[in-house]
């Protein structure tokens, strides 16, 4: 690997690359979000110290009478240990996690995706966003839900 070449993978250019296919895009708290990760191998090979999936929320609130948007992490979840990604290479890595039950609703500005990563030393690390719709929990007609703190 010449070093022109590990310079220009170091700064994203020709690196490995990510993208989480999800199984479906609307979910409701308490639900398992699934899908795959397609992981690229760049033009070199290169030396992931892991996967990451962030579950990561937007939205307004108001400050001293001013809107101001706000990005809050709602979970992390690290998926796989140490492994190398030989150039060229494709590979697939199954994943899920449970959404939890406080996860917002998406609706107005209120926005909510999974945010996944490439733990690469030394390297600009790889990301994809995919964002997915969060509606209301289902209840059954007549059923009632729970008091806070009441089990």
């Known amino acids: ?3 022109f070449s590990k310079t220009l993978t170091s700064l994203g250019i020709g690196a490995a ?4 296919v999800l199984d479906a895009d609307t979910y409701r ?12 191998g760049g033009n070199e090979e290169q030396n992931v110290e892991g996967i990451t999936l962030s579950l990561v929320t937007q939205f307004v609130e108001k400050v001293d009478d001013k ?5 809050q992490a709602i979970d992390h ?9 030989r150039a060229g290479e494709k590979r697939k890595e199954p994943f899920s996690f449970q959404l939890a039950l406080d996860t917002p609703v998406t609706m107005g500005s209120t926005k909510v995706w999974v945010q996944t990563g490439l733990d690469i030393r030394q390297a600009l690390d790889p990301t994809d966003k995919d964002v997915i719709q969060v ?5 059954d007609k007549g059923a009632q839900a729970p008091l806070p703190g009441v089990i």
């Open 77 to 85: 979840f690290s998926l796989q240990d140490q492994f190398t990604i």
């Open 17 to 20: 690359k990510v993208d989480a």
């Open 1 to 3: 690997m010449s070093f």
């Open 135 to 139: 509606q209301p929990v289902h209840m």
């Open 67 to 71: 809107k101001v948007t706000r990005l």
């Open 29 to 40: 708290p308490g639900e398992t979000v699934s899908g795959e990760l397609h992981i690229q």
